[in-house]
């Protein structure tokens, strides 16, 4: 009886959860983002490994406490840098920060660059993993750039949905 009293409360419904652009973006695009975060912080556990490896070796710098002389490996200290730069560049490609991609690809190469000057060569061995690694992460450079650019068109075009259609419009009733 009082199920068509105009005076009756309505029910809304909840609003839908938000998703994130992430969730928006086809697996072609985001896939490649996430296999050069993964390589990025597994070079960075490469590196940390280097760090244990190369405790005891080369050049010792000396730290003078009051609990007394603390040495450290001048190589460990690199690659411990290397392994907090490799991390936080990492973390910003898995956010898709173009930036950190760019500057994650750039790192690598500089670095491999560096130590191949500073190490008097390459082997096939390690050239192979070398252009592997920056073929994967030329792949994750240019998906973040096609991400943004696929975030920017989806934003000046959005997806339209059946719901807005005029056809499925809920219909009001007339006030005769």
């Given amino acids: 009886m009082d199920d068509n009293s105009p005076y009756r409360v309505g029910t809304t419904t909840p609003p839908a959860a938000r998703r994130r652009a992430w969730d928006h973006a086809p697996h072609a695009i985001t896939s490649p983002i996430r296999h050069m975060a993964a390589l990025g912080a597994i070079l960075a556990v490469v590196a940390l490994r280097m760090v244990v490896y190369r405790l005891q070796d080369g050049i010792q710098i000396s730290i003078n406490t009051q609990a007394g002389r603390f040495g450290i490996s001048l190589a460990a200290v690199f690659f411990l840098v290397d392994a907090c730069i490799q991390i936080c560049l990492s973390w910003g490609?898995?956010?898709?920060?173009?930036?950190?991609?760019?500057?994650?690809?750039?790192?690598?190469?500089?670095?491999?660059?560096?130590?191949?000057?500073?190490?008097?060569?390459?082997?096939?061995?390690?050239?192979?993993?070398?252009?592997?690694?920056?073929?994967?992460?030329?792949?994750?450079?240019?998906?973040?750039?096609?991400?943004?650019?696929?975030?920017?068109?989806?934003?000046?075009?959005?997806?339209?949905?059946?719901?807005?259609?005029?056809?499925?419009?809920?219909?009001?009733?007339?006030?005769d």
Avoid: N
């Fill in 93 to 175: 490609v898995l956010r898709a920060s173009r930036v950190a991609a760019c500057l994650l690809l750039g790192y690598y190469v500089a670095c491999k660059v560096l130590l191949t000057v500073a190490g008097g060569g390459m082997t096939l061995p390690g050239s192979a993993w070398m252009v592997v690694v920056i073929v994967f992460m030329v792949r994750g450079t240019v998906a973040t750039f096609r991400y943004h650019r696929h975030l920017a068109q989806e934003h000046r075009h959005p997806p339209r949905r059946l719901s807005d259609d005029p056809a499925f419009a809920p219909r009001t009733p007339a006030l």
